[in-house]
């Protein structure tokens, strides 16, 4: 399976953006799909997840109450609405799928297919 992220671009603190995870080669829709994201010098960190569902959401405590993840599994794409950002949410987001199927994790090793990432830099 190969994922594709779009959405990622320039905003002013505050604004938003809605990032897309689109899914080819065969369905996810028995998967959960999280979004990562990296910024420069620093590793690899969780943003969030969905469940295979769309019924259960994880987020890491700085993107609580900011961001919100989505699914409708007949359309494919896997969403992350971003609001309020922040600088310090500028990075490199990726989104990737679950290794098994019916479970929600947040570590990445939990995950295996992974996109090629998409850009968003927010100034302040």
């Known amino acids: 399976v190969q994922l594709v992220e779009s959405g990622g671009g320039l905003v002013q603190a505050g604004g938003s953006l809605r990032l897309s995870c689109v899914a080819s080669?065969?369905?996810?829709?028995?998967?959960?799909v999280g979004w990562f994201r990296q910024a420069p010098g620093k590793e690899r960190e969780f943003v969030s997840a969905i469940s295979w569902s769309g019924r259960s959401t994880i987020y890491a405590d700085s993107v609580k109450g900011r961001f919100i993840i989505s699914r409708d599994n007949a359309k494919n794409p896997v969403y992350l609405q971003m609001n309020s950002l922040k600088p310090e949410d500028t990075a490199v987001y990726y989104c990737a799928l679950s290794v098994k199927p019916w479970d929600l994790p947040s570590k990445d090793f939990d995950f295996g297919s992974w996109g090629q990432g998409t850009q968003v830099t927010v100034s302040s």
């Open positions: 080669g065969r369905t996810f829709s028995t998967y959960a």
